[in-house]
């Protein structure tokens, strides 16, 4: 059965960098620091905050310097099946 949701993915995306903002400004790194120390781009970390609009690259240099790299690892580890022929297939 497939679980519904009802946000659109550039509304999840939003959420996600929203989610990341919170953690940077929790642990008190200005925009340009993180930028500086991940390596990205200042502009690309700003767009990320504002639009949720970021390469996958980019995301994982932000988890790792925010020690969030466990959050990207484990993406997708967790699938669910939603018929027989997807286990057999």
Do not use: H
Request: glycine share 4%; aromatic share 8%; charged share 30%.
């Amino acid at each position: 059965m497939w679980e519904y949701i009802w946000e659109t993915p550039s509304e999840i995306d939003l959420e996600l960098a929203k989610r990341v903002q919170k953690i940077r400004k929790r642990k008190k790194i200005t925009q340009k620091e993180l930028s500086e120390r991940c390596n990205v781009s200042y502009g690309s970390l700003k767009k990320f905050e504002q639009t949720g609009e970021i390469s996958l690259r980019s995301l994982t240099k932000i988890a790792y310097e925010l020690g969030l790299i466990n959050e990207i690892k484990n993406l997708f580890t967790s699938s669910t099946y939603n018929s027989i022929e997807e286990i057999t297939g």
